[in-house]
């Protein structure tokens, strides 16, 4: 039996279909003729976008039309920091720093320190404050630019965001939050506050430049809720609605679902060793037949393959490539252990870059941070 | 028809019964054992316990006790700033102010910007924010202790209260900030957090000693409930419970009701001119007679005589000379203009003094200011 769809800020599970989630949650589908008139600005196109990973979205070409008018906008994403980083994290960063290139854009980066201390009831505020320095690394690792990039912890920033925080939340009432979220009167005080503080940075760059100015957010869809209420919110403070470009998951190594911290043995950490790398991967669910002599004769199903998938949204930018690659794999002309072996060397190898620019990241992480 | 009776943080109306009170809230009445008790540590006592102006309590003896131990206590009491400062307010200041004399204790005084900024759909922070600068002002010119005292606006001192509140509210749900204060779905969601702002100076000097240190806050009874949330929640945080005394409210110049700033002609200000308060003294509601005649026959009533009770809370310390008002008063021996003129003469001489404290205040405001 398939377990029925949850997607919210705080769980996703079972099997997603993308294009239900679109109706339920009221996005727009992110056409190609969208992207297409991105791409006259950008020139080339980022894989994420290229194949789909980002598919949804609110008000993008609003953003667009902003830009060309040269009103341009700044950048928002984060990150609940409930533990170390894992690759399902970096995909909205990934397309982040593109913009950020791309555009030349301010980014604002949240750690919602806060939030994963009210949500997670075996959490302690040390715990997620040190997940958030952990997560800090890998953000500095991505390359993000220095001059434009603004990290903080809600909780060490809490001088600026709250004040900000305290305008979202008078508009906001217990009520939206229970229909939005499906809190009850069981929900401690802090979940029902939480949603005010994530929804400022929406507003930060507008209040630091005393003007309103654009702002784009890239995010996994599950976060979407929090940016309804902030839409609604935001006119009502004089400020332009933000925009979001949602992104689906990256499946996990196991059979479906996401991949989430939760199932550790299914998900590859940025601080995975090169070892745990390859024992993730060789224990990956893929899409190969019971023997091997079956697999040649029928070929594999990359269609439900998560080793398929690592390469289609990060490991094989060539589309040529990953189309042969499908293609062989289909023909069983590939088997399972060589794809697996190829895909491990190709993580190994990128988690061994990310791994080196983390340990520089912390020479330079004050020069990232805001907490003032 | 008498108005029934309410008392919230928020709301203070119809004849208050102080006894039904101290019942309806769980709290203890301060008896004259533990005003005696008190009285060996500090020699003499403040007319505002002699005169029962503060009349109940809760924990109070357990202060004693821990400070008969060498273990001793802090004070913690606050100003919701929604306006200008009135007689009204200062009743829990003059005591605290003896108190830290007395005990050369601690003061952390709170002002609740945020608060008032979420519960009036009139004031802006920028209101808040300046009635707190204001009313810190009269707080300064009543002399505390400048080593000893340390001033706070929630917004502006956020960095360090966010983290501690987030820690009450993880343990306070809807449905007991609904029970205690009435809360709805329709009520903002900021509104819902803030008990958990309020609550974090009952231990920020735990938090900065390092080690748990008792505190004492003296306050108006309709702040009360918050502090019984804070009871409940401070030992599973590892604090000692708060202990509080208790006031009653100085009443307006008017016929019943507590000095409240919605009612500003029978309110005094403290930034009100000579010629204010000579007008609003003279306008005050009296136990007087209708005709001069009756009342040099039958006497007045300084039961329900709000000008003889500023004399007996504030404006007449010698316990002997109010006795003697008293008596005069009910046998017709002294009129309502001469013993208004006389109050009229002492505040507007106390407001002159003060005044010119407040204006001094300004000079020196940054040394009491906590903001990091």
């Known amino acids: ?122 959490l302690s505020i040390e715990d997620t404050q040190k997940f958030a320095y952990e997560n800090t690394l890998d953000i500095i690792a991505l390359g993000f630019d220095q001059k434009r990039t603004f990290v903080f912890s809600d909780i060490n920033y809490a001088k600026t965001l709250y004040k900000e925080a305290l305008k979202v939340a008078k508009k906001l009432t217990f009520s939206t939050t229970k229909a939005v979220f499906g809190f009850t009167s069981e929900s401690n005080v802090g979940q029902i506050f939480f949603t005010s503080m994530q929804s400022v940075p929406c507003f930060l760059e507008s209040i630091k430049a005393g003007k309103n100015v654009p702002c784009l957010i890239p995010l996994a869809i599950d976060q979407d809720p929090h940016f309804r209420i902030t839409r609604d919110i935001a006119p009502k403070l004089g400020y332009y609605k933000p925009a979001i470009i949602h992104s689906k998951f990256l499946p996990g190594l196991g059979k479906g679902g996401k991949m989430s911290a939760s199932e550790p043995d299914t998900c590859i950490f940025t601080t995975d060793s090169q070892e745990q790398i390859d024992r993730k991967i060789s224990n990956a669910f893929t899409g190969g037949a019971a023997t091997i002599k079956e697999q040649k004769e029928k070929g594999g199903n990359p269609d439900i393959c998560s080793v398929y998938q690592y390469y289609y949204f990060v490991f094989e930018p060539d589309d040529k490539k990953v189309k042969e690659l499908k293609e062989k794999c289909k023909a069983g002309k590939i088997m399972c252990g060589e794809c697996k072996k190829e895909l491990a060397s190709r993580i190994k190898k990128f988690m061994a870059e990310h791994q080196k620019k983390r340990e520089q990241a912390k020479k330079v992480i004050d020069k990232f941070i805001l907490s003032d």
Do not use: C
Not at 80 to 89: D, Q, V
């Open 1 to 122: 039996m398939t377990e029925k769809m949850t997607v919210t800020p705080w769980e996703v599970k079972g099997e997603i279909d993308y294009y239900k989630l679109i109706k339920e949650f009221g996005t727009e589908p992110l056409t190609d003729e969208l992207i297409a008139r991105l791409k006259r600005h950008t020139k080339d196109l980022h894989l994420l976008l290229r194949r789909k990973m980002f598919f949804s979205h609110r008000d993008f070409g609003w953003i667009l039309d902003e830009y060309e008018k040269d009103n341009k906008f700044y950048l928002y994403t984060g990150r609940g920091p409930s533990g170390h980083t894992h690759l399902g994290h970096l995909i909205p960063w990934f397309l982040t720093k593109w913009l950020q290139d791309k555009f030349k854009a301010k980014l604002y980066f949240q750690l919602t320190d806060d939030e994963k201390f009210l949500f997670n009831p075996k």
